[in-house]
């Protein structure tokens, strides 16, 4: 059975995935069905609270951590074998609001942190029409 993962939400560049079917092999080449990218999964991670481990395998049901800043977001299905799309993780309205500005000699880094939570689907952002 082909190995099939969808990533789950955590902004970080460690990622969770959970196992849906299929045999997870370190060091196997997967494909990302959003951006059609293959990725090698070469530094796999057991996560235990704070601690980390390197895994070898896994099976359907296991949750391994996969490490490539930028590859994966937010619903993400990742798969080896034929293609796979699992249908989108639903928007909501915002139930959160911040209102944000950034001080005029730090506006390239705000920017940049905030485009990275955006490319990971953990933030929405609404801008004013009023400004």
Same mark, same amino acid.
């Given at each position: 059975?082909?190995?099939?993962?969808?990533?789950?939400?955590?902004?970080?560049?460690?990622?969770?995935?959970?196992?849906?079917?299929?045999?997870?092999?370190?060091?196997?080449?997967?494909?990302?069905?959003?951006?059609?990218?293959?990725?090698?999964?070469?530094? =796999?991670? +057991?996560?235990? /609270?704070? &601690?980390?481990?390197?895994?070898?395998?896994?099976?359907? $049901?296991? !949750?391994?951590? %996969?490490?490539?800043?930028?590859?994966?977001?937010?619903?993400?299905?990742?798969?080896?074998?034929?293609?796979?799309?699992?249908?989108?993780?639903?928007?909501?309205?915002?139930?959160?609001?911040?209102?944000?500005?950034?001080? =005029?000699? +730090?506006?390239? /880094?705000? &920017?940049?942190?905030?485009?990275?939570?955006?490319?990971? $689907?953990? !933030?929405?952002? %609404?801008?004013?029409?009023?400004?």
């Amino acid at each position: 059975m082909p190995l099939q993962y969808m990533c789950t939400a955590l902004p970080t560049c460690c990622r969770p995935a959970a196992a849906v079917s299929g045999k997870f092999e370190k060091g196997m080449k997967v494909k990302v069905a959003r951006t059609g990218r293959v990725v090698s999964l070469s530094r =796999p991670q +057991q996560m235990f /609270a704070q &601690s980390r481990a390197t895994v070898q395998e896994g099976l359907a $049901g296991d !949750v391994i951590g %996969l490490t490539n800043p930028g590859a994966f977001a937010i619903g993400d299905t990742v798969y080896a074998g034929p293609e796979l799309r699992f249908p989108p993780i639903p928007s909501f309205s915002p139930e959160l609001f911040a209102y944000m500005r950034c001080a =005029p000699n +730090q506006k390239k /880094a705000f &920017s940049k942190g905030v485009e990275g939570l955006l490319g990971e $689907g953990a !933030v929405q952002v %609404l801008y004013s029409t009023d400004e």
